[in-house]
């Protein structure tokens, strides 16, 4: 089974810090996706990655950047936090191909900002 | 209008019973559809694929209209362990896009003994 480790499962930051969620995936996949979920909303896709090095802008980029440096790894990087950015943070991987579909998500990484 | 739409509950419903969920879609070119599950304080996982001509897995039932663009979910049988929250996916985009799932915000269930 393809397992996506998210390093932290709870965090809480202050305002203004900078904070670094990161994730990895063992089954080679090339697609990785940073996504977070709130309330009423469900999931919103922040950035994605289609290959190392490369990334997209989601639904919702604006006080969020990405790191890919390595196939396995995707990083989630809030230069300075703010309490609006207080949510659960969901990274998912899935294989390359127009065929592969199905996202495997890690356990999350709940933010807290004060 | 939201790209892919969920009533959003709370359904509770008594063990035994039949429960069934739809979602509506906003783009008539959508290519793939699933329903994930999320339990509680956990990350959602693929509960089955939904198929042009329906399909079945033990007590889900997933079907697509694809001239009224939705899909829906139908559980028989409810288990207390059923009691889930159901996220509806659609793969809005092109096909070969890597950005391509879409999600709803979920129905919650409640099966009550």
């Known amino acids: 089974d393809v397992k996506v480790t998210q390093s932290s499962r709870y965090l809480v930051k202050r305002t203004g810090e900078k904070v670094f969620l990161e994730c990895v995936q063992d089954m080679d996949h090339e697609n990785m996706f940073w996504y977070r979920q709130d309330p009423g909303l469900g999931l919103r896709l922040i950035y994605f990655?289609?290959?190392?090095?490369?990334?997209e802008k989601g639904d919702i980029p604006e006080g969020y950047s990405v790191s890919r440096e390595k196939k396995e790894r995707f990083s989630l990087i809030l230069e300075s936090a703010s309490t609006n950015q207080t949510s659960m943070y969901l990274c998912?991987?899935?294989?390359?191909?127009?065929?592969?579909?199905?996202?495997?998500f890690g356990a999350g990484s709940r933010l807290t900002v004060l | 209008r939201k790209e892919v739409e969920q009533d959003p509950g709370p359904f509770n419903v008594p063990e035994g019973a039949t429960v069934a969920f739809n979602c509506t879609y906003s783009?008539?070119?959508?290519?793939?559809f699933f329903w994930y599950r999320q339990d509680c304080r956990k990350e959602p996982k693929l509960l089955m694929s939904?198929?042009?001509s329906g399909n079945e897995d033990g007590r889900f039932t997933a079907q697509l209209n694809r001239a009224s663009q939705y899909i829906s979910l139908l559980i028989r049988d409810s288990k207390l362990s059923d009691s889930a929250t159901y996220l509806c996916?659609?793969?809005?985009?092109?096909?070969?896009?890597?950005?391509?799932?879409?999600f709803g915000s979920g129905t919650q269930l409640t099966v009550l003994p």
């Open positions: 939904v198929y042009s």
């Open positions: 783009n008539s070119a959508s290519q793939s």
């Open positions: 990655s289609y290959d190392v090095k490369m990334k």
């Open positions: 996916v659609v793969n809005l985009r092109p096909r070969g896009s890597a950005r391509q799932l879409t």
């Open positions: 998912a991987s899935r294989a390359g191909g127009s065929g592969a579909n199905v996202l495997t």
